[in-house]
């Protein structure tokens, strides 16, 4: 296949969804399935980029959650289980705590516990983390409906602020070595804060005016009765969707609240985002095309979802006393996860920096 | 092409218009350069060209200003961008996306064309400026001439008639420099694009330019330059040195100095004593690393007492490395330096500051408070220094700055001359400074190789780092050449000035080696 870099989009909905399959089981062996699936995928098609460097970060914090969580439920243990794995003393705590132990005996369900929920967890992070590494974040942004432009061009223009603000506390920091250094306290923080934001404030300033004269916010034909007709179609939208969200999480809501007006915030507001669209007169360079082998990406995601969550619940959630079982749906599951790795078309290995 | 006409321009709540009474006509396909002193309005005036001036900076602009035939009055810069580019003072703080590519593309999306001229204009325009190999680059990695070329770009790939550039060149190596410069150039005759830009080193622009506009105390003149300069309130040294020697019609390029000069006889330049070369700041085999990059590479410096020295080389060779380094606030890896036998590394900050004074490239950096006078009663006490100490030295360097002024509405030379005495307070026996002379103007310059002299007489040992040649000429007494974080050559500035075709004044390359600056033919002569 050619090289190209696959659009952002199709690695994150592929990773959500692997996500997903990891969140609805806490089958260990399902688990350290779907990770090293999402680390294979990682490994074929990651580029050199700055963003791609990031993936032993996952890692070790997943890691760290894993042990974080099998600690807690040592020290503040207290499943009872009959098997015990190592006799703690138990520190007596006051009677306002009464229902936390303290140490005490080491259960086989506490380690067990821990352990699958941590993985959980941390098969969650890593998959956030794969997409994190395979698609280029500054891409994704580039790839938002037009309605969303403006404010895509905010957090693009706020990322890059974040190194100019770091280099220039620096600057100042070594800049008030070279005069007394007698102030303390708050005197000495407005020495780096004053500069610094006076340099932060010219900054802006002149970006604003750099992007004033090359035609930002340019606007479009639309009317004053379109523009009101939009927002009023987005604001409709938005209210849909938060009766709908209540709807859904609060059980004893009517049903009638529940889906059918998550349908009919999400419709209100694609037509609002299509109509604020139309009258953008943007267009957009080399944006990522949209092919077969993203298709495919994000079915895979998808799938995988679809087949751990409809799995047998024994397989998904075993109990904490037996060895769990894997079945063929949820094997099928993984091996349907690993299919970008080789689908895809590898990605354009070259120095971006 | 471009037409003003009476236009006056007041800032908000300011008692006097910054421009008044303006009447410019500027043709299709000429190159205009800008000049005028520090403040007096060139900036202003370049924006009133895309209507940055008054729609984002605010004010009250009377009179007209017509491009192409639309109204900057009627239209806002946005409007306007399709037809003037404009590219603003520091390229970097103006780049929007982070992406060689993308920020050549950025224009172009706003005007919404379509996908496959984008393309097109973003590979010829690659082409044009010469920066088809940095186009998956990003922005930040690049070097400061990269950088301007970039901004170039980014507003050429809008398919302006105008473009106006507000200071190009005025952060560049002399190399670099020359680049954008070129570039332009061919914008001018390949594409037929008018320029306008505001340049302090003319000596730069001069040979190109069609037109030049001078502005002073906010009205404007106009006209070819050959005329204009004659009694311009701010020239380059060769016009100088043409004035001087009543050469008629004035050079604008050395080569035309060249033929003038021919046959010329000037008096043997006038001997001065060499200043003592007792050596005050040794350092040796100073070496600064940034993680595995190597900025300074076991480089030596004496800077005796009442000499001069400067540091030269390009953008990134590690001059400014090399002064935090032997200031004593800054990364040393290895070597040492000696001042009155104490290392500065070693001593406590106070002790350091009172060996090597360093005044920064942003000197504003060091100014935190909302006056002058507090600013100075500060330094005074952090010094040490008897009360009124700084003040003194305000006052030698920049007479006249008012006592309830904020420094941030100092012009950029008294704002240097406060960073200056403030540094000076703790009465250092060296004094460093880093790129002394960005955005000063001729007089402001002369008027700093005058303070820099006198600190010199008084015994100061002065090193400073820059790449302004036309200043090393006037205040130098040795100069030390680095590229890489090495030290290619080192020497009397005379000689190394005259030996290096990058570095040599416009003075030397007319009148030969012997010459440096028009004072010192003046003096000749006189």
Known sequence: MTPRDLHPAAWWMWALGLAAAASSTTNPFLLVLIILAACLVVIARRTEALWALSFRLYLYLAALVVLIRVLFRVVFGGVPDTVVLVQLPQIPLPDVVAGVQLLGPVTRADVLGGLYDGLRLAAIILCVGAANTLANPKRLLKSLPPALYEAGTAVIVSLSLFPQLAESVGRVRRARHLRGDAARGVGRLRRIVVPVMEDALDRSLYLAAGMDARGYGRTGTATVKERRLTGLFLLAGLIGLCVGVYGLLDATAPRALAWPFVGLGVLLAVIGFVSAGRRVQRTRYRPDPWRLAELVTVACGVAAAALVMTADVGVTYPSLDVLPQVSVPVLVAVMIGVVPAFVTPPPVLEATR | ?526
């Open chain 2, 1 to 526: 092409m471009i037409e003003l006409t009476g236009v006056t321009f007041t800032h908000d709540g300011a008692p006097a218009p910054v421009l008044r009474d303006v009447n410019v006509r500027i043709d299709e396909g000429e190159l205009v350069l800008v000049a005028g002193r520090t403040g007096s309005g060139k900036s202003t005036l370049l924006g009133t060209l895309n209507g940055l001036t008054p729609h984002f900076t605010g004010g009250t602009m009377s009179g007209q200003v017509v491009v192409d035939g639309r109204s900057v009055r009627d239209h806002t810069p946005r409007e306007l961008a399709d037809l003037v580019g404009y590219v603003g003072q520091d390229p970097l703080a103006g780049f929007v996306t982070d992406v060689v590519e993308d920020e050549l593309a950025y224009g172009m999306e706003q005007l919404g064309i379509d996908p496959q001229t984008m393309r097109r204009r973003v590979e010829e325009t690659l082409d044009l400026l010469g920066i088809a190999d940095l186009r998956r680059r990003a922005l930040r990695t690049l070097s400061g001439g990269q950088q301007q070329r970039v901004a170039v770009g980014s507003v050429l790939t809008m398919h302006p008639r105008v473009l106006v550039l507000d200071e190009p060149t005025s952060a560049l190596d002399p190399t670099a420099a020359e680049e954008v410069l070129s570039t332009l150039a061919r914008l001018v005759d390949d594409l037929g694009l008018t320029v306008v830009l505001a340049e302090h080193r003319m000596e730069r622009v001069i040979p190109f330019a069609d037109r030049l506009v001078v502005v002073e105390d906010g009205s404007v003149r106009s006209g070819d330059p050959r005329d204009l300069l004659r009694d311009a309130p701010v020239a380059p040294p060769l016009v100088e040195l043409g004035r001087l020697l009543a050469w008629d019609p004035l050079p604008l390029s050395v080569r035309e100095a060249r033929r003038a000069a021919r046959g010329i006889d000037l008096p043997a330049p006038t001997e001065h004593p060499e200043p003592s070369a007792v050596p005050l700041l040794t350092a040796r085999g100073i070496t600064v690393t940034y993680g595995s990059k190597v900025a300074v590479r076991e480089v030596d410096l004496d800077v005796p007492a009442g000499r001069v020295v400067t540091l030269m080389g390009r953008n990134g060779s590690g001059k400014s490395s090399l002064l935090w380094a032997i200031q004593g606030s800054g990364k040393r890896a290895s070597g040492r330096v000696d001042v009155d036998g104490v290392d500065p590394k070693g001593s406590s900050p106070a002790q350091a500051r009172a060996l090597v004074g360093l005044v920064p490239q942003t000197a504003a950096d060091l100014l935190y408070l909302e006056s002058v006078a507090l600013e100075c009663a500060a330094a005074d006490q952090q010094a040490d220094a008897a009360a009124g100490t700084c003040r003194d030295l305000l006052d030698r360097f920049a007479p006249g700055v008012p006592d309830d002024r904020h420094p941030r509405d100092l012009s950029e030379g008294q704002r240097l001359a406060l960073v200056l005495a403030i540094v000076l307070t703790s009465s250092p026996r060296v004094v460093a400074l880093d790129e002394p002379t960005r955005g000063l103007d001729y007089p402001g310059k002369e008027r700093l190789a005058e303070v820099l002299r006198h600190l010199a007489a008084e015994g100061h040992g002065v090193v400073l780092a820059t790449h302004d040649v036309e200043f090393v000429a006037e205040v130098a007494d040795d100069a030390v050449v680095m590229a890489e974080g090495e030290v290619v050559s080192r020497g009397a500035a005379a000689h190394v000035l005259a030996e290096s075709p990058a570095f040599a004044p416009q003075v030397t390359k007319v009148l030969g080696p012997d010459w440096l600056t028009v004072g010192s033919v003046a003096e000749a002569l006189a």
